[in-house]
């Protein structure tokens, strides 16, 4: 029998400015990317998200970011390797201080936005971010980029690496994602990323945006948050992969969750 982790990036909202709606996402998901406050998310804000996730018992990962409010993380940056090791550390800490407080822990790490994207192909920033989660806690696991060399950098680093795959997110033929910048990059109808993402759990493998066939390892699928028809895809999603009898699982934790 199949079975997949759901993930989704919280607590990404700053004071009184909401950003997605985190609590529709927690009764869906079984694994929270939350927010560490250098690219998005306020203290108060994030540990009300770890409450309910604790509440839920939904898995919890520190979503770490260049410090970058301003640009949502999403803008490119070049830190030294003691700024990025530093801040990666420090982001870390503090979210597992939040998450004490809301009674529930970290278990892995899943870079944001630009962090994300640079350390799947750029070796030195990766190093950075793969040493400072073994000197922070060598158990946590890190989610990259499905396909991405950083997966074998961080497996021969000694660390557990969690494949992610995007729900709505167009590829490449190479197992790249589309560029944003494209057309297509972003697939906004609930039936066809609930198709797609069915075969790639059963199967392996995605439809690539010029019709060929990629095969992706994947043992986590993440559903964006910040749009306006997240909570439909993802309740869609979720309600296809359970009715083909597909185990929602969180990877961190081994616990079933049932429908």
């Known amino acids: 029998m199949a079975s997949i982790d759901l993930n989704s990036d919280l607590g990404e909202s700053f004071g009184p400015w909401?950003?997605?709606?985190?609590?529709s996402m927690l009764s869906l998901?079984?694994?929270?990317?939350v927010a560490c406050g250098f690219h998005a998310g306020d203290p108060a804000g994030i540990l009300s998200v770890l409450a309910e996730a604790a509440r839920r018992g939904v898995s919890v990962g520190a979503h770490v970011?260049?410090?970058?409010?301003?640009?949502?993380?999403?803008?490119?940056?070049?830190?030294s390797s003691a700024e990025l090791f530093g801040d990666t550390v420090y982001q870390i800490g503090a979210l597992m201080g939040l998450t004490k407080a809301a009674g529930t822990t970290v278990r892995y790490v899943k870079p944001h936005g630009a962090l994300y994207n640079t350390i799947a192909h750029?070796?030195?920033?990766?190093?950075?971010?793969?040493?400072a989660v073994k000197a922070v806690d060598p158990s946590l696991m890190?989610?990259?980029?499905?396909?991405?060399?950083i997966v074998e950098q961080a497996r021969a680093a000694g660390l557990t690496v969690i494949c992610e795959a995007f729900a709505d997110r167009a590829y490449n033929a190479d197992g790249s994602l589309v560029s944003r910048r494209?057309?297509?990059?972003?697939i906004h109808d609930p039936a066809d990323v609930a198709d797609r993402i069915l075969r790639l759990v059963t199967e392996g493998r995605i439809t690539a945006i010029d019709g060929s066939?990629?095969?992706l390892e994947t043992q986590s699928i993440c559903i964006h948050g910040d749009t306006p028809a997240a909570v439909g895809i993802a309740r869609n999603l979720r309600e296809t992969l359970v009715t083909r009898g597909v185990d929602l699982k969180p990877f961190?934790?081994?616990?079933?969750?049932?429908?």
């Open 18 to 23: 909401p950003m997605g709606d985190d609590v």
């Open 65 to 79: 970011g260049y410090r970058d409010l301003v640009g949502f993380g999403r803008r490119n940056m070049d830190p």
């Open 122 to 131: 750029d070796a030195r920033q990766a190093a950075d971010v793969i040493d």
């Open 213 to 215: 066939d990629v095969r």
């Open 182 to 186: 494209l057309p297509g990059s972003v």
């Open 252 to 259: 961190a934790e081994g616990i079933i969750v049932h429908a």
């Open 142 to 149: 890190l989610m990259v980029l499905a396909g991405a060399p």
């Open 29 to 33: 998901v079984t694994s929270a990317n």
